[in-house]
C-alpha cells in the first residue's frame, strides 16, 4: 500500500528532524569531550625534590582557580628525561609542557618533538625584549623560537679571597692569573691549587672543560658552518688544563669530590654553578663549612669566597650558560598549554624562581611596563633551608649583579650557530670528557686529543 503525498512529506521532516537534532547531539558530546580534555593539561618537570613539587603543586592550583585548565605535575628525573621523551613521543603520548635544559631542547625542535610556532607566539605575547637575549639566541630556529626560557645559571670560578690577599694575587680572571695563583697556594694534601673535573663519565666535566675552551676561543664551527676542533685555540685549552690538572687531587674528580673540598678548605679554586651558594653560606646544618667552625665565624667561607664569571684569555672571553625551558610539545593542546607557561612567566614567576633562588636566575627580566620586575624581586628572595637569608646579604649587591649581569653573555658549543642536536649527542656520548681523561693521563698529546675530538664529533654529525 502506497503512502499519500501528506504522508511522505511529514516522514521526511521528521527523518531531517531526528538527523538534525542526532547531528547536533554529536556535535555537542564531542565539544564537551573536547572542552574536558582542555581542561587538564601535563606537565613533565625534572624539578623533582619534595619542596619543590610542593612548591609546583601549588602554582598548579593557583592556575586553575584563575584559568579553569587542571595540570597535572609529574616528576621525570633528568637523567631519564630523554629517554622518557623518546619512547612518549613514539607513542605519540607527549606531555602539553616539559620543563627541560638547553642541551635537548633543539635535538627535539628539529626531531619534531617541541612546537616552536607556540614557543614563539608565547615569547611574542610576553614581549621578547623582556627575555636575556642569550638565552634566546641558543635556541633560535627557522620558525622563531624552539622554546621559552625560564631560569637558569653561569659557571662560576671561585676562589679563596682571604688565600689571594695573603698571598698577593690578583683576582683570577684569566688564565695567567689562575695560573699563577694555582701555582703560588699550592700545597697539598692540605690545599689543592685548582680543582678541575677529571672524570670521563660525568657531563660536569665537560662543563669545566667547556668553560676553559669557550674561554680560549675554541667553538664548535669555523667561520665557514663546518665542525672544525682540531685547531691551535683547542691545543692551547687543552695544554692550559692540563697545566690546572698538576694542582688537582688524583683520581677521577666530579662535582661532588670539588664541592666538599672545597667546603672542606682544601681547594683554593674550583669551578661550579651558584647552587653551591647555598651550602657555602652556612645556612644547611646537614652540610657543614670546616673553614668556618675552624675560624669560629659563621660566614667566615662566604665571606672570604671571590667569584669570577667570564674568564678571559688572549683567544677570547666568555661565561658557560645552563638554561633551562619551558617547551610546548607537538602533541600538546596549544591553548591551554601556553596559558600555562605565560602564568609561570607572570603571577608564578617569582614564587618559582624562589624554589632554589641561587640556581634560577630570572631570564624574563620584568614586563613591558616594568623592564627589571623579576630581577628587583629575584634579589629580595631567600635562599637556604635550615636558616634563611637574602644572597646579597651573605655575597654582597656587587656580586649578585655581576651573577645577573652575566646571562645576556651565557655561551655554549654550538647551540647560536644551530647545532643544538649535535651537542645532545656530545654530551648523552661523552665523548669529549673521554677523550680530555686520555689526554691528562698521557695517552694522546694535545694535537693527538685535538684531532680525536674533531673526528669523533665529525662522525657523530654524519
Known sequence: MQRS????????????????????????????????AASEISFWTTEVEKDRLTVQKNLA????????????????QENRLNQRVTAAFAARKLPDVMYHPLDYTMGWAESGILNPKAAEEVITKLDKATFAQGPLEMVKTQKGHAAIPLDGWGQLLL?????????NLDRPDSWDKILKAAKALHNPPLLWGFEVATDPGQAYTQQVFEHIALSGGVRLLDKSGRIDLNTKAMINALDFYKELA???????????????????????????????????????RDQPVAPDLAQGKPGFLAKNTGFVTSIQSSGGKAQYGMVNYLGITADAQTKPARAWV?????????????MAPEGKLPLRKGTPQDADAFIKAWKELEFGVTRRAKISSFYGPETVSAILKGADDFDRWGFKAGKGYLMAQIYGSKLIARVLK?????????PQAAALMDQKVKELNK
Open 5 to 36: 503525498l501528506g504522508e511522505k512529506n511529514r516522514f521526511k521532516k521528521w527523518t531531517s528532524a531526528f538527523w538534525g537534532m542526532f547531528i547536533l547531539l554529536v556535535c555537542l558530546t564531542t565539544g564537551l569531550n573536547a572542552l574536558a
Open 61 to 76: 592550583r593557583d592556575f586553575e582557580k584563575k584559568s579553569g585548565i587542571k595540570v597535572k605535575i609529574i616528576p621525570v
Open 159 to 167: 676562589y679563596r679571597k682571604d688565600l689571594f690577599k695573603e698571598k
Open 246 to 284: 698538576q694542582f688537582t687531587p688524583p683520581g677521577n674528580l666530579y662535582w661532588l669530590h670539588t664541592r666538599m673540598d672545597y667546603l672542606s678548605g682544601r681547594a683554593a679554586m674550583i669551578v661550579w654553578s651558584p647552587f653551591i651558594l647555598d651550602e657555602l653560606s652556612g645556612l644547611r
Open 342 to 354: 605565560e602564568y609561570l612567566l607572570q603571577e608564578g614567576y617569582t614564587k618559582w624562581l624562589a
Open 438 to 446: 686520555q689526554f691528562l693521563d698521557g695517552e694522546l698529546t694535545a
